[in-house]
Each structure stands twice: as structure tokens, then as C-alpha cells.
Nanobody
Framework: VQLQASGGGLVQSGGSLRLSCAVSRATLDLTAIGWFRQVPGKEREKVSCINTYEGTTSYADSVSGRFTIFRDNAKNTVYLQMNSLKPEDTAVYYC?????????WGQGTQVTVSS
């Protein structure tokens, strides 16, 4: 499984960005797909996830109500719509997928929110 993330950039506080993650196989085949983020010197943090088998989505408390994860199965792409961005959302964002017990990661995309 290969993942290609895009959509990061520089945005002012209160602004919005949409991240995309193109997947090399059908997203419906995956156990789960979602996004993590990481700030230098800190552990990678789970931001949001879609559990395909359960049909559920989850969000970190820090982004709940501001971020929305959704997918386009026809395009094998998962998105992270990020609204009301805050400086503390600044991080490298990684998409990931789980399949048959294995985890796969895309390259990171930098999101920088200026105050």
C-alpha cells in the first residue's frame, strides 16, 4: 500500500486547509485509514481515523469540531478538512493505513499556522 499526501501549506490562524491522501489500492479494502501529526521533539499524535470495518470515525480531542475526515472511494483518496486552524496545529501531517495487521505511512506534509 502506497500513500501520497498533499495539501499542506502556510495559513493564518482561523484559516482552513484540506489535506489529501491518495492510496494505491481501494480504500474499502483497508482496515483503517487516517491522519497523524508530529511536532519536532514530540511523539506522533493520532489526529483522525476512519475504521472501515466498523464504519466509524474518531478524532483527537484537540481537533474535534474543527477537523473532518472523509473519503472518496471512487478516487481512493482520504481527506482531512481542517477549519479554524490554530498555531498549535502546526506540524507535519502523515496519512496512514492499516491492512492485514500491517501499518503503512505516507510522506509527511507540512502544515504551518501563523498567529
Amino acid at each position: 500500500v502506497q500513500l501520497q499526501a498533499s495539501g499542506g501549506g502556510l495559513v493564518q490562524s482561523g484559516g482552513s486547509l484540506r489535506l489529501s491522501c491518495a492510496v494505491s489500492r481501494a480504500t474499502l479494502d483497508l482496515t483503517a485509514i487516517g491522519w497523524f501529526r508530529q511536532v519536532p521533539g514530540k511523539e506522533r499524535e493520532k489526529v483522525s481515523c476512519i475504521n472501515t470495518y466498523e464504519g466509524t470515525t474518531s478524532y483527537a480531542d484537540s481537533v474535534s469540531g474543527r477537523f473532518t475526515i472523509f473519503r472518496d472511494n471512487a478516487k481512493n483518496t482520504v481527506y482531512l478538512q481542517m477549519n479554524s486552524l490554530k498555531p498549535e496545529d502546526t506540524a507535519v501531517y502523515y496519512c496512514y493505513a492499516k491492512l492485514d495487521g500491517a501499518a503503512y505511512w505516507g510522506q509527511g506534509t507540512q502544515v504551518t499556522v501563523s498567529s
